[in-house]
């Protein structure tokens, strides 16, 4: 095992336990996903992964933020029955498809009707790990939707769902830069954890001299969106990260913005997740979309094939790529953050199959068509 004191250093931390391997290197892209995983489209050229021969005009981010293939201009959607029937499974972002902020958009509750009464399987997926599966079950039922928590799939719940697929140590722990939500799943799992919004209220006092102590158990440092975010979080789990042998840097997602509020945009967990990435020169592995980890665990658990889902989301860069990336059609909806504007713009290479305005114009166009 090379070892050296750069943190920039191109070495690979291994950690042998029970005969499975963990690891970590300083240059893994965020998207990485272990050998043992099917094909990561977004995934690097490291000879640790599999790869498939699929070829692609892809191109290798060296921010680790996602590849793609650049496709056809993305086009309007006339015909709602057709692209309903031409697929088995709806997987549906949740902010600003479902909901902005607090308040759901108009049309949702009966666009959901009339896709269970044609038999589809939907299922929502969320890269906001503020709140677990079952507290997001409760907020579906207090906007009045009938959701089951079997349905649902936060970044929170994915973080334990792959703590769980590598064999995570159990006698290691998890540091947690964010909310409740992770803390509930990662004990749900069965993972020792520290820190969340009880770190929140923490200060460092700088004295000549001061050096600040960090658990060395610690295996794995989770970032997600963290409203208690502060400057001791980001020296506790650099120092995890920098110093613990083998110390997994794990990110829920990278989402410039969220919707805090119906009324603006709000700085989304990349910039809690950036802050840790330029403590520590290393890119995290992301469990969260545009990663295709949940869209594989999905696949696996409902046995789906991943050409009869379409993907609805309102960003490009983590919905419109989390399908695309996991073979499946894919649906803009303008209802959240993404504009025509910027979907028409020359700068934009992301294009999805469909956009339309809402999911509810699911309703008026199949009406038109009828």
């Keep these: 095992m090379l070892r050296c004191s750069s943190i920039t250093c191109q070495s690979v ?6 005969h499975k391997l963990w690891f970590q290197s300083s240059i893994i892209p965020l998207n990485l996903r272990f050998s043992h995983f099917s094909h990561n489209p977004l995934s690097s050229k490291s000879t640790l ?39 088995e499974t709806f997987i549906f972002d949740c902010d600003g498809v479902i909901w902005k902020g607090d308040s759901l958009i108009e049309g949702v ?18 890269n906001n790990s503020t709140k677990s599966r079952k507290q997001y079950g409760k907020k579906f039922e207090t906007l009045g939707l009938d959701v089951s928590e079997e349905e649902i799939f936060a970044s929170s719940f994915a973080v334990a769902a792959y703590l ?12 947690v830069i ?14 020792q954890y520290l820190g969340g919004p009880e770190d929140g209220s923490k200060k460092i006092e700088l004295k000549p001299g001061f050096l600040m102590e960090h658990d060395e158990d610690v295996g794995a440092v989770v970032v997600g969106f963290d409203r208690y975010f502060n400057y001791y979080k980001v020296q506790y789990g650099t120092l995890c990260i920098r110093e613990n042998p083998g110390c997994l840097f794990i990110a ?18 990349g910039s809690m997740v950036g802050a840790l990435v330029g403590s520590t020169q290393r890119e995290p592995l992301v469990v969260g979309k545009p990663s295709t980890f949940m869209m594989d ?17 309102d960003r490009l860069d983590t919905d419109i790529l989390f399908g695309q990336n996991g073979g499946c059609k894919t649906l803009l909806v303008l209802s959240g953050v993404t504009s025509l504007t910027t979907l028409q713009s020359p700068n934009n290479k992301i294009q999805p199959d469909f956009y339309t305005n809402k999911i509810s114009d699911f309703l008026s166009l199949k009406a038109a068509t009828v």
Aim: charged share 25%.
């Design 13 to 18: 931390t291994t950690l042998s336990h029970n």
């Design 49 to 87: 992964i599999k790869r498939n021969n699929r070829k692609s005009s892809s191109n290798n981010s060296t921010s680790g933020m996602a590849t793609f293939t650049t496709h056809a201009s993305a086009q309007p959607l006339k015909n709602a029955d057709e692209l309903i029937d031409s697929v």
């Design 109 to 126: 509750p009966e666009t959901l009707d009339l896709l269970r009464s044609k038999g589809k399987r939907l299922v929502f997926v969320t």
């Design 164 to 175: 769980k697929s590598i064999d995570f140590p159990k006698n290691k722990k998890v540091y």
């Design 178 to 191: 964010g909310e409740d939500g992770i803390l509930k799943e990662l004990e749900l799992a069965g993972y």
């Design 252 to 269: 829920t997602n990278r989402d410039a913005v969220t919707h805090l509020t119906d009324a603006q945009e709000w700085a989304g967990g």
């Design 297 to 313: 665990y999905l696949a696996d658990k409902f046995g789906i094939e991943k050409s009869q889902i379409c993907m609805v989301g």
